[in-house]
């Protein structure tokens, strides 16, 4: 069993994922927990996120409790400059193939 989810269906499998403790993947999700303490489940989700994806940025930080992602957060970033934001999953799913991320990719979890 495992929960995937892409953009705001991210958004959600990181909540339903640390609820009922099930592996979770959040493709190019945006930030949904306000706060920095940690709530119980996180270690459940791993979030992919893309540094050129204005989604994963929002909502923008403002104040003292700032939004956050729930769980393990892996930053990507495209090889040479990108002129576009590349918010697709087929984009995502190809840059995590490029050998630098091969080992940053956890194979297991939760931790």
């Known amino acids: ?4 989810g892409h953009s705001l269906g991210a958004a959600s499998a990181q909540i339903v994922g640390k609820s009922l403790k099930v592996p979770t993947i959040a493709f190019a999700s945006p930030k949904v927990l306000r706060g920095k303490t940690k709530v119980a489940g996180e270690g ?3 979030n992919f996120l893309r540094r050129d994806d204005t989604v994963c940025h929002m909502p923008p930080g403002i104040g003292r409790n700032k939004y956050r ?4 957060t892996y930053w990507m970033s495209p090889d040479g400059v990108n002129g576009g934001e590349d918010h697709r999953i087929d984009n995502y799913l190809s840059i995590m193939k490029a050998p630098r991320y091969k080992t940053s990719v956890p194979k297991t979890w939760p931790k």
């Not at 992602?69 to 393990?72: F, K, L, T």
């Open 69 to 72: 992602h729930i769980g393990a």
């Open 1 to 4: 069993k495992a929960i995937v």
């Open 44 to 46: 459940w989700v791993a």
